[in-house]
């Protein structure tokens, strides 16, 4: 291909790689403009990682199309410029932005499975990137292996010939990347690249990305709505509000410094720094985002501002620069301590000791074309009242299985037992008596998902309030308002329809049907999970004041750490279905861990911006159907000693009063420090079995 | 307290209706019918279509204020007379006029082809809910004999159907709806399959629903819409099969009655003599009709999808 594209010279250099400018971009839905992005104006220059941050809606995304002007058809840019390397995006014709999108920037979607073709294989999918470029077929093939080498997989010959989906997701988004880098472009845009994936994951291709900064000189934007991402990874953040940045400034002075309410609300929304739901409540921002393209007053932020005065209601807020670079768009940056902390918990937890629910020895094996595939092996626990029991491990760990072996969902194996006040219940939920599926509820992942769309918040909640407590007509009635109440969700919400609803007050429909028969326990899988930060400290201060008043216990599963040490009282690691350690919450944070549970906890990127040495994960997940001889965990242990771990299954031992690990060294070995040789992190493609 | 509105990123048609401050939720959920009304009456297709179909419907409800001939009435102009003012659409081979003829045929058409479609879509329905919900062994072996009625070509079919049980209209809808049930099966079937593995399915198994009550009252509420649109486009489908059938004489129990297909096929061949109009008219009335329906079907899934 012969391009009369002018090589980047040394005065485009000095241009920023990526220049937005005023931009007001609005969506047309059903014939009504309506404004999503209000004046947007930021900088990346070559070299930089720039973050962007906000709740969903917002506009994070949008701008990062806009940033390689790539729009959907109903998007349209009403003013300002989007410029790169001096170039201007707005005004290109279609072939100069094909040209500019070929061989200078480069985006990173969020999904990588949807990212790549299924039917073709990695080879000739990376190949292509470069053939763009105008090599020919066998150069192009030689920097496609190079490109996956540089995207640290592990023997990239093999990769090339596989077929996506016998790739997980932590190498496919490698694969996506090494697409990405083809170009060399000097403006890459990641649109929340590990969101789908597992912490472990995520660090993994987050180091990556890290690494490969320093090879590359090119400009980084990236879009995350998780805070520890953009603080692990950029040197500067904008935060998004409403279509406006508020605030904007290293990531240091914003994340140690917020100088915008909007900010503070956020950073006081999650759990940081070890908090404990004993010792105070997470922070909600009161009251809702402003829908995309709703008239604004002149501050976005007003109606949910703690220290709006009428100032805010009359002017638009000035840009008030708080130091080098770090600058806020508030009246009142000044009187940023003003913002109230969040209330400190004056309530005990009390947790019972009588054992109300109990796991005992349960395993479940599914069988498939003739194979047995272990998902849970001999997990015991137990719950006491009103105790929060965290469950943490990767994909495909069991979690799940483990919950939905406990609520009838399928039926145990023969041997282990789920007892009810010492009492056994029947393996499947039909079979149960009334007492028992009363006893345990859940609370799922996704709202949308697990409420009926077409029925009203009433019925759902009537409809288990009935079946359940048996209790019928008015009482029924009143039993409804009641728990409503409880959840905080207004008489107005119960004839509304899912639709109609956030995401929070889904989610908070959903616990309400789940109390709704007075549960024992109730199992919560994941359900922060599809939820904004702001939203997710409501809901978890909600869980954790219910817990209070009904005594309820919870088998709270997540993935994200800094939520389970926050509600959770005791907390058990997961690995292939086996529970490998399980401990109080205080004992589980305070030195000795399973080096499973070692290698989960450095995976975490924190915001508070202390860097750990993480212990990489290699590989993947061994398939359940094919569990490694001896512990299950030695193939990716850094740890593992030779001859003993891959040979004898190590027995859970109690290392100090309720805190075991299912593990063979000592407690002095276990607290050695570890040396990782980087060059051994590589991604080792894992044969997944073709089912 | 009430609280942050999530929008979702990818899609800012939805999350216009999610704000939920005060009383907006409500006058939300309004204005967004209200804003999809208006697109589905403002497309061109819907008005078309609506035109186009309401033509036909009150062609069929009363033929008589449409025409003062009849469909077998010998008019003055005499037979194999060109269009123009004595025969607005010319007069046919035997001295009918044909603009008579065709406003007289739509009656039987738009007989058969909704109920015949009415009739198919509830059945199919039903099916596909039942199969999609309880999978197992008697879906397996009712999918193979959907597979089974599918691959019978329509007119073998109909061939059988009117040989062993008459040509009478009750028999040519039964078979239309035999003929339609497999397909709104499998599009039903595989909504249910979707619907079946959301989390409020099990949930309802989790507090110890009955099938039939998942089945009735969680799922099928969620595959109206499927159901409407199943219902649109079959009914083109009906209108276009009923008119073959008609062509090939399996229709009817005279060649004289007034029915589109039955005038194609007994006028088609004096086309080679440049009389083209007694059967040309008709086609473009089946063909009418068919586009009428499907306008109206593409625009209101648009205007719900929009």
Partial sequence: ????????????????????????????????????????????????????????????????????????????????????????????????????????????????????????????????????????????????????????????????????????????????????????????????????????????????????????????????????????????????????????????????????????????????????????????????????????????????????????????????????????????????????????????????????????????????????????????????????????????????????????????????????????????????????????????????????????????????????????????????????????????????????????????????RAFAGDPEVVVCDEPTSALDVSVQAAILNLLAGLQNEERTSYLFISHDIGVVRYLADRIAVMYLGRIMEIGSTATMFNGTNHPYTEALLSAVPSVDGIAEARIPLMGAIPSPANPPPGCVFHTRCHRAIKGLCEVTEPEMVELSAGHSIKCHLSEEQLNEPVHIDPSAVLAVAIDVPLT | MSETSDLPKSDPARSVGERSSATSERSAKNQIRREQFRVLYRSPGFIFGVLIVGFWVFAALWPSLLTSDGPKEFVEAGPRVKPGSEAWLGTNKTGWDVYARIIYGARPILIVAPIATAMAVIVGTMLGLVMGYYRGWADEVLSRVIEAILSIPIILMAILVVFTFGRSTPVIIGTIAVLFVPAITRTIRSAAIAESNLDYVMSAKMRGESGLFIVSREILPNVTGLVVVELTVRLGYAVFTYATLAFLGFVGSNITDADWGIDVSQNYEQIVRDIWWPSIFPAIAIASLVIGVNLIADSIDKALKS
């Fill in chain 1, 1 to 512: 291909m012969t391009t009369t594209e002018p090589l980047p010279t040394e005065t485009e250099a000095e241009h920023p790689a990526l220049a937005i400018d005023g931009l007001e971009m609005s969506y047309i839905v059903r014939g009504t403009p309506r404004a999503v992005l209000r004046d947007v104006s930021f900088e990346v220059r070559a070299g930089e990682a720039y973050g962007l941050v906000g709740e969903s809606g917002c506009g994070k995304s949008t701008t990062a199309y806009a940033a390689l002007r790539y729009l959907p058809g109903n998007g349209r840019i009403d003013a300002g410029r989007v410029e790169s390397g001096g170039q201007e995006l707005t005004a290109m014709s279609g072939r100069e932005l094909r040209e500019f999108r070929a061989q200078r920037a480069s985006m990173v979607f969020q999904d990588p499975v949807q990212a790549v073709n299924p039917v073709l294989k990695i080879g000739k999918q990376v190949a292509e990137a470069f053939k763009v470029m105008g090599q020919s077929n066998s150069e192009a093939h030689a920097s496609a292996l190079a490109a996956l080498k540089r995207v640290r997989i592990a023997a990239p010959e093999s990769v090339m010939d596989r077929y996506p989906h016998q790739l997980s997701g932590g190498m496919l988004q490698r694969v996506v990347i090494a697409m990405a880098l083809a170009c060399e472009p000097t403006l890459l845009v990641l649109d929340e690249p590990t969101t789908g994936l597992d912490a472990t994951v995520e660090a993994e291709v987050l180091d990556l990305v890290r690494d490969l900064r320093s090879e590359l000189n090119s400009a980084i934007l990236l879009i995350a709505h998780n805070l520890g991402v953009i603080r692990t990874m950029c040197d500067r953040v904008g935060v998004m509000y409403a279509g406006r940045i508020v605030e904007e400034g290293t990531v240091d002075e914003v994340f140690d410094n917020p100088s915008h309410p909007y900010t503070k609300g956020l950073l006081n929304s999650i759990p940081r720094r070890g908090l404990r739901k004993t010792d105070r409540e997470l922070f909600a921002i009161p009251g809702s985002a402003p829908p995309i393209g709703a008239s604004l007053p002149t501050c976005t932020y007003i109606d949910r501002c703690p220290i709006a005065t009428e100032i805010c209601r009359t002017d638009v807020p000035p840009i008030v620069d708080r130091s080098d670079g770090h600058w806020t768009r508030c009246h009142h940056a000044d009187r940023i301590s003003d913002v109230p902390e969040p209330q400190e918990v004056t309530v005990e937890y009390n947790v019972g000791t009588e054992q109300v629910i109990g796991v005992n020895g349960v395993s479940k094996t599914f069988r498939q074309r003739g194979h047995d595939i272990p998902a849970l092996v001999s997990v015991d626990l137990g719950f006491a009242e009103g105790e929060t029991l965290g469950l943490v491990g990767e994909s495909g760990s069991g979690k799940s299985t483990l919950a939905k072996t406990m609520l009838g969902v399928h039926a145990a194996d023969e041997g282990g037992a789920i007892t009810l006040r010492g009492r056994q219940m029947a393996g499947k939920a039909t079979a149960r008596v009334e007492e028992s599926v009363r006893a345990i509820s859940m609370v799922f992942q996704n709202p949308d998902s697990a409420l009926n769309r077409s029925w009203t918040v009433r019925r759902i909640l009537h409809r288990s309030v009935v079946k359940l407590t048996g209790v019928k007509g008015a009482a029924a009635n009143k039993r409804v308002e009641e728990i409503a109440a409880a959840m905080q969700l207004s008489p107005r919400h119960l004839d509304m329809r899912p639709r109609q609803l956030s995401g929070g007050l889904k989610q908070r429909v959903a616990i309400a």
